[in-house]
């Protein structure tokens, strides 16, 4: 059984960093044959993709919204992606969420079929 394990979420003030962690296991295949790709929602908002890693060789995908401020990378070794969000403000509250998909990463929500349970991402002003 597949699962994704978020970690790392918090009430974190304006300005301030924050590294969240997805942690892998039950893939079918090995871990560097699929793509992690983080979400997010905030209250009363869609689900939005921020950053995607394809882990066979690290390359990352990011958003327009979240580019140069959100970092995504994976340690296969851990079977584990981070994302480190700079210079936090309101606007990134919003539950994060981690899936996955084999292969490549794909714009489309449809395509991830393992998902996290999700973990809490509060920034205060």
């Known amino acids: 059984e597949v699962q994704l394990v978020e970690s790392g979420g918090g009430l974190v003030q304006a300005g301030g960093s924050l590294r969240l962690s997805c942690a892998a296991s039950?893939?079918?295949?090995?871990?560097?044959?699929?793509?992690i790709k983080w979400f997010r929602q905030a209250p009363g908002a869609e689900r939005e993709g921020v950053a995607c890693?394809?882990?066979?060789?690290?390359?990352?995908y990011y958003s327009d919204s979240v580019k140069g401020r959100f970092t995504i990378s994976n340690d296969n070794a851990k079977n584990t992606v981070y994302l480190e969000i700079d210079n936090l403000n309101s606007e990134d509250t919003a539950v994060y969420y981690c899936?996955?998909?084999?292969?490549?990463?794909?714009?489309?929500?449809?395509?991830?079929?393992?998902w996290g349970q999700g973990t809490q991402v509060t920034v205060s002003s």
């Open positions: 899936a996955a998909k084999a292969s490549y990463c794909s714009d489309v929500i449809a395509n991830y079929p393992y």
């Open positions: 039950g893939f079918r295949y090995v871990f560097d044959d699929y793509a």
């Open positions: 890693i394809r882990l066979s060789d690290g390359r990352p």
